[in-house]
Nanobody, 123 residues
Framework: QVQLVESGGGLVQAGGSLRLSCAASGRAFSRHSVGWFRQAPGKEREFVGSITWSGSTTDYADSVKGRFTCSRDNAKNTVYLQMNSLKPEDTAVYYC????????????????WGQGTQVTVSS
């Protein structure tokens, strides 16, 4: 069993940066890949990025490639999403999720979810 808690969301101006954290509990967390998803008002939840359990491989949606970076510290049971050059269209609730699979970009492949953290980017 893995429990996930996101933090680090907030209000930022366009062009600014935020770093989201996903803190996990559960002994097996270091073997899980972690994905980040987001859901804007009135829209479907969408894949943002992911990182494998070792941290050796990351994957990103085209809309955030070059601006967002996933990283992890397994010693701290924490995964990060560094978001730079933020745009108003990045405004959403951001979720982290965990899976034993690698390369998963769809929700149903993830077994554990956090409660989400709000990111608001003002223009």
């Amino acid at each position: 069993q893995v429990q996930l808690v996101e933090s680090g969301g907030g209000l930022v101006q366009a062009g600014g940066s935020l770093r989201l954290s996903c803190a996990a509990s559960g002994r097996a967390f270091s073997r899980h890949s972690v994905g980040w998803f987001r859901q804007a008002p009135g829209k479907e939840r969408e894949f943002v990025g992911s990182i494998t359990w070792s941290g050796s491989t990351t994957d990103y949606a085209d809309s955030v490639k070059g601006r967002f970076t996933c990283s992890r510290d397994n010693a701290k049971n924490t995964v990060y999403l560094q978001m730079n050059s933020l745009k108003p269209e990045d405004t959403a609730v951001y979720y982290c999720a965990a899976t034993l699979l690698q390369g998963a970009v769809v929700e149903y492949r993830y077994d554990y979810w956090g409660q989400g953290t709000q990111v608001t980017v003002s223009s």
